[in-house]
């Protein structure tokens, strides 16, 4: 019941933003039937114009392809709502032992990433497993031909710290035989992040990761 009042939501959201039933249907896999039931006293959107030419309706079936995607990402998103303390501890734990460093030869937190919201995320999942912002180090890892001072300011706002919390860029030297295509005062690199003296911490993670597949696998046995 509660899935399909979500979809009824959100169907009517995507509706008032002039979504055709076709686009609301693709992003919710719901019928055209109960669209309809849900979103009948709704203004039909305006018609869209039509592009004769080849080039056209190339562009036209391209950006058709784009707004499929952006509604089916919006409707993902809106499912998600808000997380819970222990669902962020969870999914934390989770993207650590998928994204973060191993203990290779050393056990220490070092987690790296070139997306701005996983690295608000890791941050916020650290704050929530007690590690304080003085125990954070980092470091922007980008191409030479980058702007390195502007990323490291871009860094710095992302995560909010000051200029005594960043260590020593990592530049990567220019191959003249590689085509790159992220370069440029856009170029934002990656983001460092070490955790001082996390070896504690790092043992941890290990652990909780394994009880969460853990728990997971007892659970698929049990249903076997």
Not at 33 to 56: F, H, M, N, Q
Not at 120 to 149: M, N
Not at 194 to 199: H, I, K, P, W
Request: charged share 30%.
């Amino acid at each position: 019941m509660r899935a399909k009042t979500e979809h009824r939501e959100t169907a009517r959201r995507l509706r008032a933003e002039g979504r055709t039933y076709d686009e609301i249907q693709a992003a919710l896999g719901v019928s055209k039937s109960s669209i309809s039931l849900w979103v009948r006293d709704l203004p039909k959107p305006p018609r869209k114009a039509r592009a004769y030419s080849g080039t056209e309706r190339q562009r036209a079936a391209a950006a058709r392809r784009a707004e499929t995607r952006n509604v089916r990402r919006s409707a993902a998103a809106a499912e998600i709502g808000s997380l819970s303390e222990r669902e962020l501890f969870l999914v934390g734990a989770a993207l650590y032992w998928a994204e973060g460093a191993k203990a290779k030869p050393d056990a220490r937190v070092i987690f790296v990433n070139s997306d701005p919201s996983m690295i608000r995320f890791f941050e916020a999942w650290l704050d929530l497993v007690g590690v304080s912002k003085d125990r954070r180090r980092y470091s922007v890892q980008i191409h030479e031909t980058a702007d390195i001072l502007g990323a490291e300011r871009f860094w710095a706002e992302v995560v909010g710290a000051g200029p005594m919390s960043f260590n020593s860029p990592s530049v990567k030297r220019h191959n003249p035989r590689t085509n790159r295509k992220a370069v440029g005062e856009t170029h934002r690199g990656c983001l460092r992040i070490t955790v001082l003296g996390s070896a504690d911490l790092y043992w941890k993670i290990d652990g909780w990761w394994s009880g969460i597949a853990d728990t997971q696998c007892a659970a698929d046995s049990g249903r076997v």
